[in-house]
């Protein structure tokens, strides 16, 4: 690890252990030591990874980024703090940083694939336009999607409100009427898809649909409510939506809505190849 120097004060910050101003109170009171000396000025220089710091006898040690895979839940907001609802923050109890974010918004009844951390230059990477890193949603959407949506979405939809989507993959999975399902892809990719959904009514907005679509959708923008713009636009609102990719990165099916885990080395190569 290369080597870098910090003040006490923001090491200790940086680490979550408390505000600049209370970590002043905590460094003056001889709650700090460095290499076994306890230290009582918070602007003492600390070499990372050298130097051991302990905070009333317990090491912390520092963490210069961090990267997680969530599996947004529904019904959680993809934002670091807010006054009344649960955020995808909230659900990383194993943080060390207290500067994580999500990388990019799904909305509150969308589940599935976010990634969390506090590398900017990443994040502006993933979601720059000019990079055009695709995304892949499954989702169940009311009525049946017409063949032909394909490859209007292939030449770029223009949305009703003037928006034009560039070029998006449309893939349909399978069309349900009155109790029949008909696969237009392998069974076990279709049943797949199904099993993650068992028993949930989330984000259902309409009762009593009789004819559902399920479909794989791949784009490489990501406008608000795009997916939802886009299925509306052929007719066929989004009862379910769940992000199962982007870029390299690709949702570990392990983990349940509102598990997460740290990104494998290899995860992280290949997201910064983009
Ligand atoms: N498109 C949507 O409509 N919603 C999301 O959450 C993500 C993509």
Redesign the pocket.
Known sequence: MEEKELRLDKFLADMGKGTRSRLKEDIRKGRISVNGEVVKNADKKIRIPKDEVLFDGKPVSYVAMEYFMLNKPQGVLSATEDRRRRTVLDLIDQKKRKDLFPVGR??AD?EGLLLITNDGALSHKLLAPKSHVDKV?FARCAGKVPESAAASFAEGLLLPDGFQCLPAVLEILSVTENGETENKKTKSRETEYKKEENGKTGNEKAEGVKTETEVLLTIRE?KF?????MMEAVGCPVLF?K?LSMGPLTLDESLKPGEYRPLTKQELELLKQV
Do not use: E, F, I, S
Not at 225 to 229: G, I, L, S, Y
């Open positions: 799904l909305d969308t949603y990501g409510h795009q997916v939802k713009r939506l992000r």
